[in-house]
């Protein structure tokens, strides 16, 4: 298993603190807010009024924040990928193929000394790179 160390960031910035201490300070009231709990709501106060003055002291905060951060990006994309291009990619091609479609035209690549490719004959203008799609 690779370490897990390379996932943390080591050098915490002051503004990376800030939004450590605010994010920790959003859930508080949202969880005030939605348990209808008053403590939570002190909690966040008390947080606010501790990331404003002393916004390093949520440097180990957000070094775990960041580094679970990344890590769940890390792992989650890749799933999020794969999951994608088995349910969405791969059907699509299979059904391409048991339907006979050549989009590549790898049935006629090589058969004659002629190419494959199709000719366009058209001159670009300025407009074309500036709105390419």
């Not at 580094?67 to 994309?77: E, M, N, P, W």
Request: a positive charge; glycine letters at 4%; proline letters at 3%.
């Amino acid at each position: 298993m690779k370490s897990l160390k390379k996932y943390f960031p080591a050098n915490i910035t002051a503004d990376q603190a800030k939004d450590t201490a605010a994010a920790f300070v959003l859930i508080c009231l949202l969880l005030g807010l939605y348990t209808a709990n008053f403590l939570y709501v002190k909690i966040g106060l008390v947080l606010l009024v501790i990331s404003m003055i002393i916004p390093m002291s949520f440097r180990f905060f957000a070094t775990v924040w960041l580094g679970f951060s990344y890590l769940l990006g890390t792992v989650v994309s890749k799933i999020l990928l794969s999951v994608v291009f088995f349910v969405i990619v791969s059907p699509i091609g299979l059904i391409r193929r048991a339907l006979g479609f050549d989009s590549l035209k790898l049935k006629q690549f090589k058969k004659s000394s002629r190419s494959v490719m199709h000719v366009r004959n058209y001159k670009f203008v300025a407009e074309d790179l500036e709105r390419p799609y």
